[in-house]
């Protein structure tokens, strides 16, 4: 693959994922190709980054329908790595960078090493394809101040391209988990945009942040939905929002359960 794409003489924009695609991936091989790139596409389901052994079990698979829609979408070159070719038996790949608190707080409190595994399987990708732009997207707004600080401290010669979330019409971030929602659960799932919106506009109109963190676990809870976190934090260093200086990059960020699919979602409140 790299000698192929070395003779190409472009580009190369990479999406890495982890399959069960939609909209929100096949989004980021069209922006490759928008900015005139050669787009890779890896599928490849982590077991590093699964803290919940049932989760990765239950991760959805389709690789023929993925490659069928990558290949609809322009997509180049589809990497489908086995585990032993990421992870060669006998060699330790794992990434331990001092990410100061990007880490620690919420998915890092309620994900245990999750971050150690998606760092790790993303700079073993990148050392393999070697692209020059790589593209992920906002959905996973922590995944990526994560792997922007790795690219930083480890000089990886990479430019990292934040794409917005894809959203199903009625506001859900589109994702390969929502499958798995009970038709009761899809119903419901909604009222996690909503609550970001309204959040938006409760921050602008000077309600506390951790008045509307507040009431937007109730919000959840009364929904039917099970919430881990909702925080108002600094988009930057991903600290929580002090109540009186809510001015710069403020994006709120949740995860809460619906039924048993765990989602995410965030929304930028203030830039
Ligand atoms: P995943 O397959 O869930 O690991 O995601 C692979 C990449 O697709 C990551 O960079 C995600 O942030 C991105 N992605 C997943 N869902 C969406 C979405 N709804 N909108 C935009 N990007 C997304």
Known sequence: MQQW?????QLVGFAPTMGALHEGHLELIRSAKKDG?????????NPTQFNDPADLEKYPRMPEKDAALLSEAGCDVLFMPEVEEVYPPGE????????????KVMEGKFRPGHFK??????????DIVKPDKLYMGQKDFQQLSIVRDMIRQLSLP?????????REEDGLAMSS???????EMRTTAPVIHQTLQWAKSALQEGMSASEIEK????????????????????????????????SGFIVACTAAFAGDVRLIDNLILQS
């Open 37 to 45: 790139c050669l787009a890779v596409a890896s599928i490849f389901v």
């Open 117 to 126: 595994g998606m760092a790790t399987v993303v700079n073993r990708l990148l």
């Open 158 to 166: 990479v430019e990292l391209v934040m794409c917005p979330t894809v």
């Open 215 to 246: 009431q937007a676990l109730l919000t959840f809870t009364e929904a039917g939905l099970q919430p881990e976190y909702f925080d108002i934090v600094n988009g930057n260093t991903l600290v929580k929002v002090q109540d009186k200086s809510s």
């Open 177 to 183: 988990r929502n499958l798995r929602l009970s038709p």
């Open 92 to 103: 330790d790949f794992t990434i331990d960078l001092d990410f100061q608190q990007l880490d």
């Open 5 to 9: 794409l070395n003779e190409q003489n």
